[in-house]
Nanobody, 118 residues
Framework: VQLVESGGDTVQPGGSLRLSCVSS????????MGWYRQAPGKQRELVAL???????EYSESVKGRFTISIDNAKNTAFLHMNNLKSEDTAVYYC?????????????WGRGTRVTVSA
């Protein structure tokens, strides 16, 4: 599975962005996709996850501001980010988990940078 993120940019506080993650390869084995982020000097942290059926979960820090969605036909996951804050500044990584014959694997994209600054 290969993952390619896009959509990162520099925005002002209160602004919005939409990140995209296109998956390719053995996408039929993907059962969940998600977004993590890593701010300078900090550990990578979970932002949001979504299953193939659309069930999702969010970190408390983004709940109510970010929305994760998935277009199964296009093998693409999205992260809609509203009311961005300076603390949202980070590199955002897409991930996908596969389950093949009870063997699970996790794949990562290379990241897309989001900077929130006045």
């Amino acid at each position: 599975v290969q993952l390619v993120e896009s959509g990162g940019d520099t925005v002002q506080p209160g602004g919005s962005l939409r990140l995209s993650c296109v998956s390719s390869g053995s996408v039929g084995n993907i059962y969940v996709m998600g977004w993590y982020r890593q701010a300078p000097g900090k550990q990578r942290e979970l932002v949001a996850l979504i299953g193939r059926s659309g069930n999702s979960e969010y970190s408390e820090s983004v709940k109510g501001r970010f929305t994760i969605s998935i277009d199964n036909a296009k093998n693409t996951a999205f992260l809609h980010m509203n009311n961005l804050k300076s603390e949202d500044t980070a590199v955002y990584y897409c991930c996908a988990a596969t389950d093949v014959a009870d063997s699970r694997s996790l794949y990562w994209g290379r990241g897309t940078r989001v900077t929130v600054s006045a």
